[in-house]
């Protein structure tokens, strides 16, 4: 029954999460924002790395219609080496902090594998979602605290850390094997009374080209778990190599690929292209509702 992928099967999914004591609607597919204060992200490395840019993309990202402002301190792209701690707070707590005041109706999503780093963050905003490209595996603290703070958690799959995760993975059946890790981490989470989980297969972490193209082909698989699931696509290697191009020239393909990920069921996508993203689920949309009719 795990590894059965049923195309049509009635499933009852998810549809919501609580943040902040409120109630964020997730029936209808969604976008995240992606805000990295790094020097050394793939696409968009240094270009927020004051309060007056860092204020500005957010804002972008409120306005054109991102439901999440994912904010990250620490480039987590194959290669990138890990900084210390007290390195990521240096970046991350004056980006919160002002996104928070200049935007309190924004939903926050904390892009961080530390738990030391989420409990910092939270006495000073409150509440955000957790996005842990590890799923849980590279901070034996991390579901204790996600629990004790009561947070929303995206629960990621990955195979290793960012130096070494693309050094020739392997897998006996790609999607299979991520259900199993996933089922595995759902099920420490749930014994610790998390209830608001994400899922998110790791488009790229850990995977060659032809995985990620797996799983974009078998996405619907995942409904499996009964929750949103997430598609992080936007601008990745997967395209730009495959098109022969730059990541800077790899929108029209990050959008191609957001629409197969929502015809499989995805329900949030994560983008540094907030608008086109959104104007791709409008028209996702209207095609369901016109096949509907």
């Known amino acids: 029954m795990l590894f059965q992928e049923n195309n049509n099967q009635f499933y009852k999914k998810k549809s919501s999460i609580q943040l902040n004591g409120k109630l964020i609607n997730l029936a209808k597919p969604t976008v995240m924002g992606i805000l990295n204060v790094t020097p050394d992200s793939f ?10 840019s ?8 409120f306005e054109e219609g991102g439901q999440f402002i994912d904010i990250g301190a620490m480039s987590t792209r194959p290669g990138a080496l890990e900084i210390s701690i007290e390195e ?3 970046r991350l707590l004056p980006a919160v902090k002002a996104v928070r005041k200049e935007l309190p109706d924004a939903s926050i999503s904390i892009d961080s ?14 509440g955000f979602i957790v996005n842990d490209i590890s799923g849980g595996t590279f901070d034996p603290k ?3 605290i996600v629990a004790d703070l009561q947070l929303p958690y995206i629960l990621m799959h990955t195979k290793g850390k960012s130096n070494t995760m693309q050094n020739d993975p392997v897998y006996l059946d790609v999607v299979k094997d991520i259900i199993l890790f996933l089922s595995t981490q759902l099920q420490k989470l749930k014994l610790l009374g998390v209830c608001d989980i994400l899922i998110d297969p790791g488009f790229g972490f850990g995977k060659t080209a032809a995985h990620n193209y797996e799983l974009i082909n078998r996405l619907d698989a995942f409904k499996i778990f009964e929750l949103p699931v997430l598609a992080g696509l936007s601008r990745k290697a ?8 730059t990541p800077l020239e790899s929108l029209n393909g990050t959008t191609v690929l957001n629409t197969l990920a929502l015809s499989g069921g995805c329900d949030i996508l994560r983008v540094h292209d907030v608008k086109e ?15 509907n009719d």
């Open 43 to 52: 696409y968009d490395g240094g270009a927020y790395s004051n309060e007056k």
């Open 54 to 61: 860092i204020l500005e993309r957010a804002t972008q990202i």
């Open 88 to 90: 990521e707070l240096k």
């Open 113 to 126: 594998y530390r738990s030391e780093v989420l409990k910092v963050v939270f006495d000073e905003i409150g």
């Open 142 to 144: 991390m579901f204790e």
């Open 238 to 245: 997967m395209i730009w190599r495959e098109l022969g191009i």
């Open 277 to 291: 993203a959104v104007e791709t689920i409008m028209l996702v949309n209207k095609t369901k509702c016109t096949s």
